[in-house]
């Protein structure tokens, strides 16, 4: 049986860049969780953390931001308020940290894609409940001050900021692709 609302929330999820409140509720906090729990994950490794960030805190997490652009030296004093302003962009953002296992089969790269999949099954399970969705990444990431803020350690990245809130204004109109442009075969 073909279930039509997933295909539907599949193509056509598009990020949202203008949210607002509300967000996510605890408990819909919880079911988005629970889609990014269904990402592949070889050897069940569990290579992922979410850290949710919502109220005030988002605010102190703007005050990690700013920390970690002087801590590389920027002086730019609207760089720097621009910083304290990105978490406020959205009322409720879950930071997906790559928790990151040593183990013989299962490498870096692959333990980063199993942890962008749960990213992306928490933007699509956002999408079904109504929420827009924005995934960020950019020169925090991997910033070790932003990641031991966020309590990661000194091998863990943030695999994305996703920003997840009330749509506000119009969906961004994509341009209708052909998948013969991308499918090849052997």
Request: no cysteine; aromatic share 6%.
């Amino acid at each position: 049986m073909i279930n039509h609302d997933v295909l539907k929330t599949l193509t056509q999820r598009v990020s949202h860049g203008s949210l607002e409140a509300p967000g996510p509720s605890s408990e819909e906090v919880e079911l988005i969780t629970r889609a990014a729990l269904r990402a592949p994950d070889h050897a069940l490794l569990r290579p992922w953390r979410f850290v949710v960030i919502e109220g005030e805190r988002r605010g102190d997490l703007g005050v990690v931001l700013r920390e970690s652009l002087r801590l590389r030296g920027v002086t730019d004093e609207a760089q720097l308020a621009k910083s304290l302003k990105a978490p406020l962009r959205a009322p409720l953002i879950v930071a997906v940290m790559l928790d990151y296992k040593i183990h013989p089969k299962v490498d870096r790269t692959e333990q980063v894609g199993s942890a962008a999949a749960a990213t992306y099954a928490m933007s699509l399970a956002a999408n079904a409940l109504g929420y827009g969705a924005m995934w960020r990444t950019g020169q925090y990431a991997t910033d070790p001050h932003v990641v031991e803020a966020l309590g990661g350690s000194g091998q863990d990245e943030v695999v994305g900021f996703l920003y997840l809130g009330t749509r506000k204004g119009p969906l961004k109109n994509l341009p209708e692709l052909d998948p013969s442009d991308f499918l090849t075969h052997f």
